[in-house]
């Protein structure tokens, strides 16, 4: 496995990849990283001749400067886990390699990005366009894997394809969750054993809205039920929301439509979760 820190060390090894007709795959993380990453890692190792894993904690998608430090690392245990994957190439550029200046480009995806995560989260989505597009010229990827879990920044990043004509094809893999429900995140790893019970309420929360919508009741009342039971398990409910995944809308009533999903995000111990399922017809 070879470790690159440099964009132009990268860009040569890759360019004699292409040079001899190898593909190559790349799958964008931030680190910290867990089995959800590895199902992405073993997938682009199935369908192309190169992997390539890069870990960069992008500063300019955190509006939280707080979240940002407490971002957790631990390239020690990432690389052992990147090494038994049998991973070609970890890219882990410094934040100067990435951004030698501030970056003046901004990037707007609405109406994508003012529901959700978006409304939440100031320029998130403009920072997630920003790196991701550098990574997609740096690297020049095939095909690029996400994980459903970020299910928004998937929509966008697949906009941001068509957009921009990145002669690129997504693959968004499914959420892996533990034995309890819950699902895999870098952020987890902060949790206590307490918060992880805790946290698992979200991915049962959003079964109970699916079985619920599908029986009739109120979104309404679905997402007071939602609140309570956070509250119950002290987590800090900050939206449960049904969407079209097509047109990308927040929905009032639930109508058996294709193309739904029931999205989640809430605080556990000052730990920020999101979750979120496709609902099956
Ligand atoms: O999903 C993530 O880990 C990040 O948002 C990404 C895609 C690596 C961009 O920094």
Known sequence: MLFIKKIEDLKAVLTTK???????????????????????????????????????????????????????????????MLEAAKVDIVFAPARQEVYPKSPLTRMTFSPLDSILEGAFRDNHFSGVGVVVSKLFNIVGPNKAYFGQKDLQQYLIIKQLVTDLNFPIELVCAPIVRDDNGLALSSRNQRLSDKGIKQATVLSRILKMAEQKAKEGVPLTQIKKDAAELCTDNNVQLEYIEFIDTGEFCLLKEYKGYHNLAICIAGYVEDIRLIDNILIQE
């Open 18 to 80: 292409r040079g001899v007709g190898k593909t190559v795959g790349l799958v964008p993380t931030m680190g910290a990283l867990h089995q959800g990453h590895l199902s992405l890692m073993e997938r682009s190792s199935q369908e192309n001749d190169c992997t390539v894993v890069s870990i960069f904690v992008n500063p300019i998608q955190f509006n939280n400067s707080q979240d940002l430090d407490n971002y957790p690392s631990n390239m020690v245990a990432d690389v052992k």
